[in-house]
């Protein structure tokens, strides 16, 4: 029976099994040290579409057939597809939850969302109500440059601090029955709102949601950072990882060699200009169920635990003068 | 102990209470025919905040707190919010979740939010995962005007079929434990797209989702449509709820004078224009939560099916040349 642990957080027992991931990535996350990693490689941006945000949805439904596939799974052992994305009223989402016809929870974390749909996919099967959940989540980085800041083609600038949004897929089979890993703890985060307004450092508007999220999932399970033997964050970038690792000094934790960020970890800044790092649904989708599962599977990695970082704003908001309220989530994984 | 029924439908046990609801309107809406069962009706559609989206955001969140002062809660006492809207990024929730700041689950599902927010509620209450969830859903006509078609401003001459979305918002306490009614089961839905391109003709684009949810929940529980006393959708309009009738006249299930849909019940067109009648996050939400509540309540009504519908393009897919996939979640609410 699946308890309640501290102020926010859930032990899922039976813990769900992570019994299946797919990831799907475009040129520049290919040529990038995780490159090969990656269930497929896309070297055309537009993925032979019409359009970026075609090409997106192309991407988030391959992710989700191969996630299937390697399990010999049909869509109508599906009992839930969850999935968010980044793009206005998650369209992404809801175009391939159409073409998959599963029943569609649809959600929207920003980058958060990898760890929000495998949390709620983790509480769909741990209290019984399904046996399998697809859980899925993408970015796009010309669909999401389009929409948040400026056209590509415009050739804008970037300030250092940016991030460069991943393009990319993943998706991930939760079951009641399969093979480790298994999402056993999960920390469901408050929406913090520090007054960040530039939207060019997301990395600083998330790191507080970050260490908030963290410190309570070590304070309501009573843990430390070295339980796990890899946290990754995703995607604080260069900015952002470094106030978290301030911010979690400040009240006692101190993340050591163990800490990494999936936007540090998915290009190569020597010889890839994307500023701060990666950012995006997929960033730490891809690096997650990419390259980290991989790496549980081989028993390098036993315990890890994933906290996604999200930044809720619009460019409604910002155009309004608001500022960029953040979350984070955490999953801990274990084999 | 909770259990699934038929393709796609959980019969929840110990079924949630829904102990508290709590709604907030617009002066068009505190006119309408439902105007006295809404806690507080706005006279000013700015609610005295700088900007619409601002005036949504108020609104959402005296939603919140009236849910929970009418059980005498306290923020603290709320294990979850969960909540979504209609606005890109959902930023009205999104910043009701920093103003509230408990853990947060941000959903979309456009105008089928509520059932979504309150089939996620009983999820997570009837699996022992929570012992109270907050779930909300607000929608404003200017704001989602604005970005999904014209600012009003423009003065710009609607068609017949178009529907008019509702400016308010509205909050339910769903607990383990507490006062009827309870959620007892909920059907989620799949997103069915029939090739329907004309954004001003929303009911048609959503009728088929709401007919195969309904159709599935019947099925899948073995009721018909008499076994309860009330069946709303929210919100198909004139259009659309001519359209569900045919649908669900062809699979052999007759709607009968215990059908209604909220975007039908909530205005008088006979002295409001507002063409084939409501739509919008709110008005499922206040219909339900506002006026059925009460009416449950009273004793009135002992069963009623909640429907509520959602059309999950945004302006890009439009401009895009790209139809419009809809989807349907079912609740039922007994006493």
Known sequence: MSKKAGQQSLLLDPAPFLSSAATVAGPMEGKGPLGGDFDLVYGDLRASQKSFEAAERKMLQEACSLALEKRSFNLADIDYFLSGDLLNQITVSGYSAAALGRPYFGLYGACSTLALVLSWGGILVAGGFACNVLAATSSHHCSAER?????????????????????????????????????????????????????????????????????????????????????????????????????????????????????????????????????????????????????????????????????????????????????????????
Chains 1, 2 share one sequence.
């Open 147 to 335: 929409q948040f800041r400026y056209p590509t083609e415009y050739g804008f600038r970037r300030p250092t601090q940016a991030q460069w949004t991943v393009t990319g897929a993943a998706a991930a089979l939760i079951s009641a029955a399969g093979e480790s890993p298994r999402i056993t703890a999960v920390t469901i985060g408050k929406v913090i709102d520090m007054g960040e307004k530039d939207s060019f450092n997301l990395g600083a508007a998330m790191a507080p949601a970050a260490a908030s999220t963290m410190i309570l999932h070590f304070q309501d399970l009573q843990r430390n950072p070295r339980y796990y033997d890899l946290i990754v964050t995703g995607d604080l970038g260069q900015v952002g990882a470094k106030l978290l690792r301030q911010l979690l000094a400040r009240s006692g934790y101190f993340l050591e060699q163990n800490y990494n960020d999936c936007g540090l970890m998915i290009y190569n800044p020597a010889v890839q200009q994307v500023g701060a790092g990666g950012s995006g649904c997929a960033c730490p989708g891809v690096v997650v169920l990419g390259h980290l599962w991989r790496r549980m599977k081989s028993g390098e990695l036993k315990k890890v635990l994933v906290i996604s970082t999200g930044a809720l704003h619009s460019t409604t908001t910002l155009a309004q003068g608001d500022t960029i309220p953040a979350v984070a989530h955490a999953v801990a994984l274990e084999m």
